[in-house]
């Protein structure tokens, strides 16, 4: 029997990092788009507060509206990146669980694990932490993760699993 943390395989995984890090590369044009986008309306709305005393109440007016109309567009931009970034998060941070899980798996079957826990342990003796032996292997796998042949699902349930356990006092 053996125990992983799987939180903490999913935080210290070199192909989560990997994962994180080319999600941060996909995403930077737009961010640094949306940071210059930010910039420009700070300088146009303290340019307007300055100088908007002085100017023609029609210029006044229809600087105020550009204004309002680039935060606005701007409210949707940000609202739109935060959006896709985190629907590819999720996207991604799903695919390396279900690496790991797999991982888990061929660990426990070359070590002779007959039954390896995860989530909604309290308590379990050192020996039985496998945590660092999985992430030891990991390590020694490459940190991207490897492509989803065609027509197979991503996840694979083994066919040997126990049927659910039932609930105490259950029928």
Known sequence: MGVVN????????????????????????????????????????????????????????????????????????????QDDASTRRNEEIGKVQRYLVTEIQGYANAQGFDLVLGDGVFFAKGPLDITAQVLAVLATKPASLPAAAPGVPQSKVPATSAPPAKAPGGK
């Open 6 to 81: 799987f939180q903490k395989l999913l935080e210290d995984a070199p192909q989560t990092k990997t994962a994180m890090q080319a999600l941060e590369n996909e995403f930077a044009p737009r961010r640094r788009e949306l940071l210059t986008m930010q910039n420009d309306l700070k300088a146009r709305d303290e340019k307007l507060q300055k100088e908007g005393a002085v100017m023609a109440e029609a210029d006044r007016a229809k600087a105020e509206k550009t204004l309002r109309d680039s935060q606005r567009e701007f409210s949707r931009k940000a609202g739109e990146f």
